[in-house]
């Protein structure tokens, strides 16, 4: 009996020294619920899994901050604090980095690859004139559009319909969130809001101390 005491004492501790509390999934709508249950399902490793925790990042509230080298986006609160959601990046190659604002937001927006990127992937040219949202666009349910100077960057924070890949560095450049955490985000941001991405040789945060829930290397 003391030891089972003993152990629910600890673990109470353990979480109240977290300062992480989980974010209520957001409200869907019809299209939203429609499209999202013919998305593939995937188990969202834990540590991607939206938290509102202590602000890491020092910016003003209302920003976005993207570390590109723990793949966390977080959205800087009042209060000092933010919340942290999962994303997946761009790869070395293609990856961008830098601030901007968001200057458009779309639900299921339509999807026209670049040109440069149909002539990297040439499988892409039956859709080279655009694809219409739904649950198979690469952009899924949400896109920010990122602008610089009143100029179109070209990248996106966006859904995905591949959820298997939040956490990695596998994509053209822009930022893939799930389904539900870009509704969520979207939901919570107005065009205008300041975007900083970080380079992956930056510093960033510390995914297992800012938050003091372990980052994907401590799992």
């Known amino acids: 009996m003391k030891k089972t005491v003993f152990v629910a004492l ?5 979480l109240g020294a977290c300062q992480y509390k989980s974010v209520s999934a957001p409200a869907l709508s019809a299209r939203d619920a429609e499209y999202i249950a013919l998305v593939p399902k995937f188990d969202t ?11 890491p990042t020092g910016e003003p509230p209302g920003t976005i901050y993207i570390d590109t080298k723990q793949k966390f986006l977080y959205l800087v609160l009042p209060n000092k604090k933010a919340i942290r959601y ?20 779309a639900e299921w927006p339509r999807w026209t690859p670049p040109a440069e990127m149909v002539k990297r992937w040439p499988h892409l040219k039956p859709v080279a004139g ?21 100029h179109d960057t070209l990248y996106r924070i966006h859904g ?3 959820p298997w890949s939040i956490g990695q560095a596998v994509s053209s450049g822009c930022i893939r969130m799930m389904n539900q955490d870009v509704i969520d985000l979207y939901g919570r941001v107005p065009n205008g809001t300041k975007v900083v991405v970080l380079p992956t040789t930056a510093e960033g945060t510390s995914a297992s101390t800012s938050s003091g829930y372990p980052g994907p290397a401590a799992l």
């Open 10 to 14: 600890a673990v109470s501790a353990l």
């Open 86 to 105: 999962g994303v997946a990046t761009g790869d070395e190659a293609y990856g961008w980095t830098g601030e901007a604002v968001v200057q458009r937001k």
């Open 130 to 150: 655009g694809m219409n949202g739904g649950p198979e666009n690469p952009l899924g349910a949400r896109a920010l559009y990122l602008y610089q100077n009143g």
């Open 45 to 55: 490793y834990l540590p991607y899994l939206p938290y509102e925790i202590a602000d």
């Open 160 to 162: 995905t319909n591949q």
